[in-house]
């Protein structure tokens, strides 16, 4: 029954802040619009500031719509120390889960450091000044999510494999 009423409580959230987000004039919505998108000279400068290497944002795409997180992927001009693609993880202002870049960002560098597959941590910017909430870069990683808490992928022994050897590095 807890479990149950963790996952209601969390859909609840969901459809009250998708809610607000339908109901608020089209000009204050975020990481929908082009408006939304971080400013790639502000970005460029952090970057060259925290890579230690002139970086040049070229692109910057919108590549996910959650509630709790704005997702870019950046498409970066540097040198061969530089990936050519990086991805930024911010806070939104208005996060139901109350869920923060600040505690994540320590523990993905922990696992990254323990030779777990997640991307490759680069930096926290944890004020805000750069782009009005914390972010987190982070290399991009290519892969697709198998299934869901819904939807059960195949049995496939392979990724039990791969799991389980994350699962003990952890």
């Known amino acids: 029954q807890r479990i149950v009423d963790i996952e209601r ?4 959230g ?3 802040a998708l809610q607000a987000e339908v109901q608020r004039p089209q ?3 975020q990481g929908n619009q082009p408006s939304d998108l971080p400013d790639a000279k502000r970005l460029s400068e952090y970057l060259t500031t925290l890579l230690e290497t002139p970086v040049r944002v070229a692109k910057i795409d919108t590549v996910s719509l959650g509630f709790s997180k704005a997702t870019f992927m950046l498409d970066v001009v540097a ?3 530089v990936p050519a693609s990086l991805v930024i993880r911010m806070d939104r202002a208005n996060s139901f889960l109350g869920t923060t870049v600040l505690d994540e960002y320590p523990i993905l560098r922990a696992l990254h450091a323990n030779g777990v597959s ?3 941590p680069y930096g926290l910017e944890s ?3 750069v ?3 914390p972010f987190m870069v982070v290399g991009r990683v290519q892969g ?3 299934g869901s808490h819904f939807n059960f992928p195949p049995p496939n022994e392979r990724l039990c494999t791969t799991m389980a050897t994350a699962l003990a590095k952890i």
């Open 9 to 12: 409580a969390y859909f609840e």
């Open 14 to 16: 969901a459809a009250r």
């Open 27 to 29: 000009s204050q919505q």
């Open 79 to 81: 040198d061969t120390s």
């Open 118 to 120: 997640v991307p490759q």
């Open 127 to 129: 004020t805000g000044r």
């Open 131 to 133: 782009l009005g909430q």
């Open 144 to 146: 697709r999510g198998l």
